[in-house]
C-alpha cells in the first residue's frame, strides 16, 4: 500500500466525503462519481493518506504514534479496501487525563482498538 503525499490528493479525497467515523477518527474515501475535480493520481491503486493535526494532538510524538497505528492497522485491512485512495483524519482529541504519556502504551492500544473498530464499519465493496 502506498501513501499519499501531496496536499492537493488530501484535498481531493476529503471533498468526496465521509465513508465512516468513530468518536476519534474518519475515514474518507475517493469517488470519482462524487469528485468535484479530477484525480491528482493514478485511479485503481490502493493509496492511503493519514491526517493528526496538532489542534487534537498537541505533541509530535503523539502524532507520529497515531500515524504510526493509522498504518499499521490499514495494512492489515488492506485486502477488504477497495483499490482507491483512502484518508484516514484524526477528528478529537483523546483526553489527556486518561492518556498522560505522549506515547503512552494505553494510548496506542486505544488507538488501535478505534481503528479496528473504524475499519470493521467501512461498507464492503
Known sequence: MEHLEQ???FQAVMSCGVVCKTPHF???RWNPATAPEAAPFVEGRLLLGALTPKRWAKRAV???LIKRQIYEVSALYAHEL???PHVVRL???FDKRHFVSASSLA?????RGELTQLFD?????
Open 82 to 84: 477497495t483499490p482507491t
Open 121 to 125: 464499519l467501512l461498507p464492503k465493496p
Open 7 to 9: 496536499w492537493a490528493q
Open 107 to 111: 494510548l496506542k492500544k486505544a488507538v
Open 62 to 64: 503523539t502524532r507520529n
Open 26 to 28: 474518519v475515514l474518507h
Open 91 to 93: 477528528r478529537a482529541e
